[in-house]
């Protein structure tokens, strides 16, 4: 009997064997937002709900070291990817970036930098105000956006949507260093 023939190489081959659905969770950092105000996370919900994905949770957490570090921790226990809105800017209240870079093993510096690209046509040289992170923290995907509904909107748009599944492929593909096959072994 032959050998089954190897998945598909290549980005394309990659999406074909990607999960279709993932395991997503949604943190809102802002000092102001509500359940009843939150149109970014509403909107990131709703559309990983649209594109078949699991929203395992979803908090609202102050602009303050400590809380997101907390809330990050316990939702990436329960998530392949986890998706914050808010914190992004320059303000001396804006501190979601440094925490999330805190928390990369792999950092993808190119989600940054098509997501200032993407923004960039909608709101001009202002694009540079954003430090849009994402990467890698042990085996959870972690995206910091910022918290406008238009920019959670590009994001998903034209990064996320059509990637998640064969991010989280790549993820699993050969585990990660001290990751659960590790553990388990």
Do not use: C
Not at 65 to 78: N, P, V
């Amino acid at each position: 009997m032959a050998d089954p023939a190897p998945p598909p190489s290549g980005p394309t081959g990659h999406r074909a064997a990607a999960p279709k659905a993932v395991r997503a969770a949604v943190l809102t950092i802002s000092d102001t937002r509500t359940q009843a105000t939150d149109t970014s996370g509403a909107y990131l919900r709703a559309e990983l709900g649209a594109a078949g994905h699991e929203v395992t949770a979803s908090r609202i957490v102050r602009d303050e070291e400590g809380a997101i570090r907390a809330a990050l921790a316990e939702l990436m226990a329960g998530a392949d990817v986890v998706l914050t809105s808010g914190g992004t800017g320059i303000t001396g209240r804006d501190v979601t970036v440094p925490v999330v870079e805190s928390l990369l093993t792999k950092p993808l510096p190119g989600f940054g930098e098509l997501f200032r690209m993407l923004s960039y046509r909608n709101v001009g040289a202002a694009a540079m105000l954003s430090r849009a992170v994402g990467g890698l923290a042990g085996e959870t995907l972690l995206f910091a956006l910022p918290g406008s509904r238009g920019a959670v909107q590009t994001a998903w748009e034209g990064l996320l949507r059509d990637e998640l599944g064969h991010l989280v492929f790549e993820v699993r593909r050969h585990g990660q260093p001290g990751g659960a096959e590790e553990r388990e072994a």
